[in-house]
């Protein structure tokens, strides 16, 4: 069984930073996309940063230039390293993962998301 454990999360004031790490466990194969998400009281979860395995990375337009989302692939981590902090990225924050592991002895692909970390920016 895989499992995601996020840490990092906290409070901070605007214009600080933190810096959330996303560790993956269990009989893995590969990790193709990781990718971390937030989701803000009473809105949809959103996409905020996601990378390949090969370190190609995306961003959503409000948090370009402020975040940085990287991994390091021999210890099935991902990382997002944020600065600049606004109150409007206050929420919780989750990563996720498309990862090859086994299942019964043979390959799965599957979706995995990690149990979310609370981010919050006071102004």
């Known amino acids: 069984q895989v499992q995601l454990v996020e840490s990092g999360g906290g409070l901070v004031q605007a214009g600080g930073s933190l810096r959330l790490s996303c560790a993956a466990s269990?009989?893995?194969?590969?990790?193709?996309?990781m990718g971390w998400y937030r989701q803000a009281p009473g809105k949809q979860r959103e996409s905020v940063a996601a990378?390949?395995?090969?370190?190609?990375?995306n961003y959503a337009d409000s948090v370009k230039g402020r975040f940085t989302i990287s991994r390091d692939n021999a210890k099935n981590t991902v990382y997002l390293q944020m600065n600049s902090l606004k109150p409007e990225d206050t929420a919780v924050y989750y990563c996720?993962?498309?990862?090859?592991?086994?299942?019964?002895?043979?390959?799965?692909?599957?979706?995995?998301w990690g149990q979310g970390t609370q981010v919050t920016v006071s102004s």
């Open positions: 996720n993962a498309d990862v090859v592991a086994d299942h019964r002895g043979s390959y799965r692909r599957s979706d995995y």
């Open positions: 269990g009989i893995i194969f590969s990790i193709n996309d």
């Open positions: 990378i390949t395995s090969g370190g190609i990375t």
